[in-house]
């Protein structure tokens, strides 16, 4: 089983789109998906109304989501820590208690655009293009993890 966790800030619109691309794409029987957020305002909540409906006119259904904070023990829990922007890289390696940890953390589109460094934007304050934009980028990105989860 490899365990993948998809990170944001508030996992309230980008991680829950990647954690549900992703499963889409994936066997549930060899792959576990799950997202957090390095801030816990959202806690609890489900994912922005425009990330349900951007998932759902792909059909995708996200509204078994729930966010919830990051925690130390996510780096023991999964293999792989998608980041969506660097923000977010500083603020999960920040609790990172080893540097195994800290190689399992990896921004997501460097999976689409190696060695890029390239951020999905935040899209919590911009309109609804804004979602279709994320959407397809990380459509993109889980193409890619899903085609190296064929080949471990
Ligand atoms: P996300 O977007 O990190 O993609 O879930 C955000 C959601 C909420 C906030 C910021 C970003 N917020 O500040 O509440």
């Given at each position: 089983m490899t365990r993948i966790l998809m990170v944001c800030l508030g996992n309230i619109c980008r991680s829950p789109?990647?954690?549900?691309?992703l499963k889409?794409?994936?066997?549930?029987?060899t792959v576990f998906v799950d997202s957090a957020g390095t801030g816990a305002w959202h806690?609890?909540?489900?994912?922005?109304k425009r990330s349900i409906a951007i998932a759902k006119k792909y059909?995708?259904?996200?509204t078994n989501q729930r966010a919830r904070l990051f925690l130390v023990e996510d780096f023991d829990k999964f293999?792989?820590?998608?980041v969506m922007d660097k923000s977010n890289y500083?603020?999960?390696?920040k609790l990172a208690p080893n540097n195994n940890a800290i190689d399992k953390v990896e921004l997501?589109?460097?999976e689409s655009f190696p060695n890029s460094e390239l951020e999905v934007p935040d899209p919590?304050?911009?309109?609804?293009q804004g979602f279709e934009n994320v959407y397809n980028m990380l459509n993109d990105a889980c193409e890619k993890i899903k085609i190296q989860l064929e080949n471990i």
């Open positions: 789109l990647a954690e549900g691309i889409s794409k994936v066997n549930p029987a806690s609890g909540e489900l994912p922005d059909g995708i259904d996200i293999d792989k820590i998608y500083i603020n999960v390696c997501i589109l460097n919590y304050y911009g309109g609804e």
